[in-house]
C-alpha cells in the first residue's frame, strides 16, 4: 500500500510545469490498480518553484481520470476562499469524485500568501473560525441563513452531510477547530 503526494512543484532544473500535471493524472490512474490508498494534494502560493495553487482543481482532474482512489486535499488554505463558494466546490467535486474526497483545511504559515490575497496575517486564526463554521454547514446541502443571507449549496452532496472536511495544525487553536 502507498499514498502518492502532488505538490506540484516544477523548479527551473525540473520538468515543466505541463507535463508534471499530466504526470500526475498519468501516475494516478496507473497506481488506483495497483494498491494506493490516496492521492493527495496540497496548497501554497507565491512560490517561485509553482507549488499547487489551485488544490480543488487538480483533485478534480483526479477524479474524473479515476474511479476508486480516494482524494485528499490536504490542505487548503481556509483564510483565501469564501465559504460559501468552497462548498460549492467541495460538493461539485463531491459529486464527480462519488464520494472519495476529503479536505483538510488550515490557516497558512506564509505571510507573503496573506500579502498577495490582502489578507490581515495576523488574523487569520480569527477569519478561519468564522469561515469553518460557515463552510460546515453549507457543505451539508442543507438550507441556512448567515449574515441576513439565504444560503443553499447544490447540487446535493453524494456524501451525507457532505464531503468530510478536516481541520490541520499543529497548535491548541487548531486542535479547538478540529473538535468542532
Known amino acids: 500500500m502507498f499514498t502518492m503526494r502532488f505538490d506540484m512543484r516544477a523548479p ?25 490508498i490516496a492521492a493527495v494534494v496540497c496548497e501554497h502560493h507565491r512560490a517561485e518553484d509553482g507549488y499547487l495553487p489551485s488544490p480543488l ?4 482532474a483526479l477524479a474524473a481520470r479515476t474511479t476508486t482512489l480516494p482524494i485528499m486535499i490536504a490542505v487548503a488554505l481556509l483564510p483565501f476562499y469564501d465559504p460559501v463558494r468552497l462548498a460549492e466546490d467541495l ?12 479536505c483538510i483545511v488550515a490557516l497558512g504559515y506564509r505571510p507573503e500568501e496573506f500579502a498577495m490575497y490582502g489578507v490581515d496575517f495576523h488574523r487569520r486564526g480569527r477569519i478561519a473560525d468564522e469561515k469553518l463554521e460557515v463552510l460546515l454547514q453549507a457543505k451539508s446541502g442543507e438550507p441556512f441563513v ?3 443571507r439565504p444560503i443553499h449549496v447544490t447540487p446535493a452532496p453524494v456524501t451525507p452531510g ?14 479547538r477547530r478540529g473538535s468542532q
Open 91 to 102: 460538493v461539485v467535486l463531491d459529486n464527480i469524485s462519488e464520494g472519495r474526497v476529503t
Open 146 to 148: 448567515h449574515d441576513g
Open 57 to 60: 482543481i487538480l483533485a478534480s
Open 12 to 36: 527551473d532544473s525540473g520538468a515543466p510545469a505541463p507535463l508534471l500535471y499530466r504526470s500526475a493524472l498519468e501516475m494516478a490512474t496507473w497506481a488506483e490498480t495497483r494498491g494506493c
Open 162 to 175: 457532505g464531503p468530510t472536511v478536516m481541520w490541520g495544525g499543529g497548535s491548541a487553536p487548531a486542535a
